[in-house]
């Protein structure tokens, strides 16, 4: 299988190249300056100058975008619109490394995590940045896309402890309570989700079993 991971030099990205290597996959790494991971191919080019081009050739694009500052936060919609119009109308999955921000916490799926009185305040743009982007990828249907948000305590340098619990749009808890799991562990589920493309159109989570 062949596929591109974009931002491949952050941490998650870093981390998704290495399990997809080792599973054997053909890698290339979409990266702005010196590939800085294992990837043994490389395209160095900034997010919004990808081209139809660049990843035609590609089964999966993994997205591994993230923007932090309050001048930035604006680019999760944005990168993500630019990758789904370059995407649209092809065969080419698009999996996004999302946030846990947006995961509801009720069955009417009208409260999000966010939305509780002890999420931190210093994350809120954050996770309303990324979720305004979700709620626009929803809207794509031109696009074979997926949604991969990550357990409420996203850890990155967790151990990899190979299990995890695939969930759906609400945040799940383990066997001892817990919604946490590992950038290591994240990046199996992530390149599990490549291998079987059973979530096209949908938001799924995961979390440390």
Not at 60 to 67: E, Y
Not at 134 to 161: H, M
Request: include cysteine; proline fraction near 3%; charged fraction near 25%.
């Amino acid at each position: 299988m062949k596929i591109a991971v974009i931002c491949a030099n952050g941490k998650a990205g870093q981390l998704i190249v290495k399990e997809a290597v080792n599973r054997g996959f053909d890698v290339t790494a979409i990266v702005r300056g010196e590939n800085k991971s294992v990837a043994p191919n490389a395209v160095i080019k900034d997010i919004f100058e990808i081209t139809k081009n660049d990843i035609a050739d590609f089964d999966a694009v993994v997205d591994a975008f993230g923007a932090w500052t309050p001048e930035t936060l604006p680019q999760h919609s944005t990168s993500l619109k630019h990758l789904c119009d370059v995407l649209s109308g092809t065969d080419t999955r698009l999996l996004v490394v999302g946030g846990a921000g947006s995961l509801y916490v009720n069955a009417e799926h009208t409260t999000c995590v966010s939305d509780g009185a002890d999420f931190p305040e210093i994350f809120k743009p954050l996770a309303s940045a990324m979720a305004k982007a979700l709620s626009e990828l929803r809207e794509r249907n031109d696009v074979k896309w997926t949604y991969i948000s990550p357990a409420g305590d996203f850890q990155a340098d967790g151990e990899r402890s190979g299990k995890y619990i695939l969930a759906g749009e609400e945040l799940t808890l383990n066997a001892k309570g817990e919604s946490i799991i590992s950038y290591a562990d994240y990046a199996i589920a992530m390149v599990d989700e490549i291998e079987k493309g059973n979530h096209i159109g949908q938001r799924i989570s995961v979390v440390k079993e």
